[in-house]
């Protein structure tokens, strides 16, 4: 099966600027989060959806990240405008609903972002 | 909130060795769940492992178990056998509050020589 597809691999943007990840999850997954993982900690929760409502967005810095999953299949996470702090890989993973248990949650590869 | 610790910042193994990663977490939730993850170089997350809170029996999968001490509130991983391949980031993982989220430890970098 298909796994979790992200794009772009890797990007380099100035301060100031915005960007824009993508995030395909694996087929028939209605549950979607995206993670930030900064250089030497461990991956971050920012959102979760279920199909194409958000179940969790409490540590996601609202005033410049937004996150959107339209018909519930794939995700667009958007920094507008980057600080040096976003510098990060930022996951998306997918998983079947349910209320514990690995449900098949499966990472993408990520998207390594500079922030320069 | 539940927090998870993983104290080995850095662990060396010789091939064909078993190896041990701790890892311990604090959440008052009776129900929770743990994973382990592999990430190597290249960036993306691999499942590993996983154990709930209620399972009787420790969890095995291939050369990975899981040393489940629920009184300690410990989960370390271990590989038997290890190989080159082995080498790169592990994450232990608790997912807990009836939710999917997944909190994670700083992680332990594990190098297999030969």
């Known amino acids: 099966e298909a796994g979790v597809a992200q794009s772009p691999r890797y990007k380099i943007i100035e301060k100031r600027q915005s960007v824009a990840f993508w995030c395909n999850p694996i087929?028939?997954?209605?549950?979607l989060y995206w993670y930030q993982q900064i250089l030497g900690q461990g991956p971050k929760l920012l959102i979760q959806f279920q199909n194409n409502g958000v179940v969790d967005d409490s540590q996601l810095p609202k005033d410049r990240f937004s996150a959107e999953r339209l018909k519930g299949v794939d995700s667009t996470l958007k920094i507008q405008p980057a600080k040096l702090e976003d510098s990060a890989v930022y996951l998306c993973?997918?998983?079947?609903?349910?209320?514990?248990?690995?449900?098949?949650?499966?990472f993408g590869s990520g998207t390594r972002l500079t922030v320069v | 909130a539940q927090k998870i610790t993983q104290t080995q910042p850095g662990m060396f193994v010789q091939e064909k060795e078993a190896v041990t990663l701790d890892c311990t977490y604090d959440t008052s939730d009776p129900s929770y769940g743990l994973f382990w993850y592999k990430q190597p170089s290249s960036g993306e997350m691999i499942f590993l492992i996983y154990q709930g809170s209620y399972d009787q029996q420790n969890a095995t999968e291939g050369r990975y178990s899981l040393n489940f001490q629920k009184a300690r509130k410990s989960a370390n991983l271990v590989i038997s056998a290890s190989q080159l391949g082995d080498s790169a980031m592990y994450f232990c993982?608790?997912?807990?509050?009836?939710?999917?989220?997944?909190?994670f430890g700083t992680g332990t970098q594990l190098k297999v020589e030969l």
């Open positions: 993973a997918s998983s079947l609903v349910g209320s514990q248990g690995n449900y098949g949650y499966t």
């Open positions: 087929s028939g997954h209605a549950t």
């Open positions: 993982a608790a997912q807990t509050g009836g939710g999917n989220k997944l909190t």
